[in-house]
């Protein structure tokens, strides 16, 4: 009884700081896709300041220049965003095989208790049939 007590807490433990580990993996993910999205924004007001400034050019010098850098800018965002992109759809897979790798953790820790409870069931049938 005390093995499977200490197994019990053992598991316990282990959960625990699996649990741990995962919040701030968790955590870690969460920062990453705010910075993402910083940069995204950045990279929108980027280009939103880009067409600004060609849009007030006079000459056609200015407005050729301006044409060729919300050009520029636009093809640099568009790659920004694939790679942004692609770094949020990264994040979303390993947030969600962090959250499977939990599953069997969870999974013998109720069968543990489950049978925990039924050697007790048991046991105390066994000692009624002694006593009746």
Same mark, same amino acid.
């Given at each position: 009884?005390?093995?499977? =007590?200490?197994? !019990?807490?053992?598991?316990?433990?282990?959960?625990?700081?699996? +649990?741990?580990?995962?919040?701030?993996?968790?955590?870690?993910?969460?920062?990453?896709?705010?910075?993402? =999205? =910083?940069?995204? $924004?950045?990279? +929108?007001?980027?280009?939103?300041?880009?067409?600004?400034? +060609?849009?007030?050019?006079?000459?056609?010098?200015?407005?050729?220049?301006?044409?060729?850098?919300?050009? $520029?800018? =636009?093809?640099?965002?568009?790659?920004?965003?694939?790679?942004?992109?692609?770094?949020?759809?990264?994040?979303?897979?390993? !947030?969600?095989?962090?959250?499977?790798?939990?599953?069997?953790?969870?999974?013998?820790?109720?069968?543990?208790?489950?049978? *925990?409870?039924? +050697?007790? !069931?048991?046991?105390?049938?066994?000692?009624?049939?002694?006593? *009746?």
């Amino acid at each position: 009884m005390k093995k499977l =007590e200490d197994l !019990i807490a053992e598991q316990r433990r282990s959960n625990e700081r699996i +649990a741990r580990e995962m919040r701030g993996t968790v955590s870690e993910m969460k920062d990453v896709l705010e910075k993402v =999205e =910083e940069l995204r $924004n950045g990279a +929108a007001d980027a280009q939103h300041q880009a067409n600004q400034m +060609a849009l007030m050019g006079v000459a056609n010098a200015q407005q050729k220049a301006g044409e060729t850098t919300i050009k $520029n800018v =636009e093809e640099v965002t568009a790659r920004n965003r694939k790679v942004i992109d692609s770094m949020v759809d990264e994040s979303k897979k390993r !947030i969600e095989r962090l959250s499977m790798a939990t599953l069997p953790d969870r999974l013998l820790y109720y069968g543990k208790w489950t049978t *925990v409870i039924l +050697a007790l !069931i048991i046991l105390v049938h066994v000692l009624w049939g002694m006593l *009746v």
